[in-house]
């Protein structure tokens, strides 16, 4: 779940915003990805979808096996310019960061962690847990008025839950329908854990574009079925969201306002120019003070050269 994002997963080139379109099925596949000890299916970004809202990163890691010696692994490295949301369908994992943040997370608790102008952390295993590991790892990229700001962690124990009749849904970020998630965010910004019993409706917001992962099961809509491994983009205009199920089913819907302003994302750095990951990646190669330092038995993750740096 450090999530190191390479020109596999989308370009390095700063493009205009794709133009968000009107309510549509599009699907595109998953790439694996081997993070820490971990395999995850990347289900963003993808070529041709850098965002939605200012969701622009989704990692579904596991199912795996964990140890109370083995887990997740992912010593300290650094972030900018974005929030790590971390969720958990089984399993635990513990959370240190350089703000002096230890914080183990379980199934049905919220981890999200604003990096700001730049921050470190390590996802460890917790020295006790053994069993099932998965979950997903999201990112959400910070406006201008806050990518350049202070980081800070939030820890939410419990969430707010809805039946939906058919589901129950947990609302990560942001508002569905009465129910407000506590979680920060900078941006308009919905994020919601379904669990899928039966074909049910979820209220959506008309000018929010969305996009639905599934992670276990399958969930069909207007007909075109959406399993785990793809990402299916919905578009904006929607004013609910029919998913039928046949089966029992775990997704998760994320969605926003399209994001305003074209993102370059380059390893853990989410930026908007080659200059300001330049600017990232010299401090944390030189283990300057601003990524502080994290309390971590596992080695600092060292960050590629950025490809435009390297010679030929
Ligand atoms: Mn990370």
């Given at each position: 779940?450090?999530?190191?994002v390479n020109?596999?997963?989308?370009?390095?080139e700063?493009?205009?915003?794709?133009h968000?379109?009107?309510p549509?099925?599009?699907?595109?596949?998953?790439r694996?990805?081997?993070?820490?000890r971990i395999?995850?299916?990347?289900?963003?970004?993808?070529?041709?979808?850098?965002?939605?809202g200012?969701?622009?990163f989704?990692d579904h890691?596991g199912?795996?096996?964990?140890t109370e010696?083995?887990?997740l692994?992912?010593?300290?490295h650094p972030?900018?310019?974005?929030q790590?949301?971390?969720w958990l369908i089984?399993?635990?994992?513990l959370?240190r960061?350089?703000?002096g943040?230890?914080?183990v997370?379980?199934?049905?608790q919220l981890?999200?962690?604003?990096?700001?102008?730049g921050?470190?952390?390590?996802e460890e295993r917790?020295?006790h847990?053994?069993g099932?590991?998965e979950?997903?790892?999201?990112w959400v990229?910070?406006?201008?008025?806050?990518r350049?700001g202070?980081?800070a962690?939030?820890h939410?124990?419990?969430?707010?839950r809805a039946?939906?009749d058919?589901?129950?849904a947990?609302?990560?970020?942001g508002q569905?329908g009465?129910l407000?998630?506590p979680?920060?965010?900078d941006t308009?910004?919905i994020?919601?854990?379904?669990?899928?019993?039966?074909?049910?409706?979820v209220p959506?917001r008309?000018d929010f574009?969305?996009?639905?992962?599934?992670?276990?099961g399958?969930a069909?809509?207007?007909g075109?079925?959406?399993?785990?491994g793809?990402?299916a983009?919905l578009?904006?205009g929607?004013h609910?969201l029919r998913?039928?199920?046949?089966q029992?089913?775990r997704a998760?819907l994320i969605?926003?306002?399209?994001?305003?302003?074209?993102?370059?994302?380059?390893?853990?750095f989410?930026?908007?120019?080659?200059?300001e990951?330049?600017d990232?990646?010299?401090a944390?190669a030189g283990?300057?003070?601003r990524?502080?330092?994290?309390h971590?038995?596992?080695s600092?993750i060292?960050a590629?050269?950025?490809?435009?740096q390297?010679?030929?």
């Amino acid at each position: 779940m450090s999530g190191p994002v390479n020109p596999a997963d989308a370009t390095t080139e700063t493009a205009d915003a794709r133009h968000p379109s009107p309510p549509l099925v599009e699907l595109s596949d998953s790439r694996s990805e081997q993070v820490g000890r971990i395999q995850v299916r990347r289900a963003l970004p993808r070529k041709g979808r850098r965002t939605v809202g200012a969701w622009c990163f989704a990692d579904h890691m596991g199912p795996a096996d964990v140890t109370e010696n083995s887990g997740l692994d992912i010593g300290p490295h650094p972030h900018i310019g974005l929030q790590t949301v971390t969720w958990l369908i089984d399993g635990q994992v513990l959370h240190r960061d350089s703000l002096g943040s230890e914080q183990v997370i379980k199934p049905g608790q919220l981890n999200l962690m604003t990096a700001g102008n730049g921050v470190s952390h390590a996802e460890e295993r917790t020295g006790h847990y053994r069993g099932r590991l998965e979950g997903i790892q999201l990112w959400v990229a910070l406006p201008d008025a806050t990518r350049h700001g202070p980081a800070a962690f939030e820890h939410h124990a419990e969430l707010p839950r809805a039946d939906l009749d058919g589901a129950v849904a947990t609302v990560l970020v942001g508002q569905l329908g009465d129910l407000v998630s506590p979680a920060r965010h900078d941006t308009p910004l919905i994020g919601v854990d379904l669990d899928l019993r039966r074909a049910t409706t979820v209220p959506l917001r008309v000018d929010f574009e969305h996009a639905l992962v599934i992670l276990e099961g399958e969930a069909a809509v207007n007909g075109t079925p959406i399993a785990p491994g793809q990402l299916a983009y919905l578009g904006l205009g929607r004013h609910g969201l029919r998913l039928d199920v046949r089966q029992p089913t775990r997704a998760v819907l994320i969605g926003g306002e399209p994001f305003p302003d074209p993102i370059l994302m380059w390893w853990n750095f989410v930026a908007r120019s080659r200059r300001e990951i330049d600017d990232a990646y010299t401090a944390w190669a030189g283990r300057d003070e601003r990524f502080g330092s994290v309390h971590s038995t596992l080695s600092p993750i060292p960050a590629p050269v950025p490809f435009w740096q390297q010679p030929g």
